[in-house]
């Protein structure tokens, strides 16, 4: 399995969305990270399995929480883009390739 990297701005996403969800209610931004965990852990056993949304672009939707992981696979890596709602415009992350 590759490793996994995270584009600076997708751990960023990832965390303040985490917190958002604990301000909400105690242990659910625990649980919003364990369901991204989740994801990214199919992403690493069979990262081919997914959608492709653009060029070499693939989004894992998470479960429970309405979160897609939105990756690419490289040569050495996997490389998380965003970790983004899905309600969120769609394609504002294509900025970071």
Sequence with gaps: MKPIKFHPVAETEMVESAKYYESQQND??????????????????????????????????????????IFREQKNQIEIITVMHLK???????ERM
């Design 28 to 69: 659910l931004g625990k649980r919003f990270l364990e369901s991204v965990q989740s994801s990214i852990n199919h992403i690493r056993i069979n990262p081919d399995i997914y959608q492709i949304i653009h060029e070499n672009i693939r989004r894992c939707q998470t479960k429970i929480f309405p979160f897609g992981i």
């Design 88 to 94: 969120r415009e769609p394609g504002y992350w294509k």
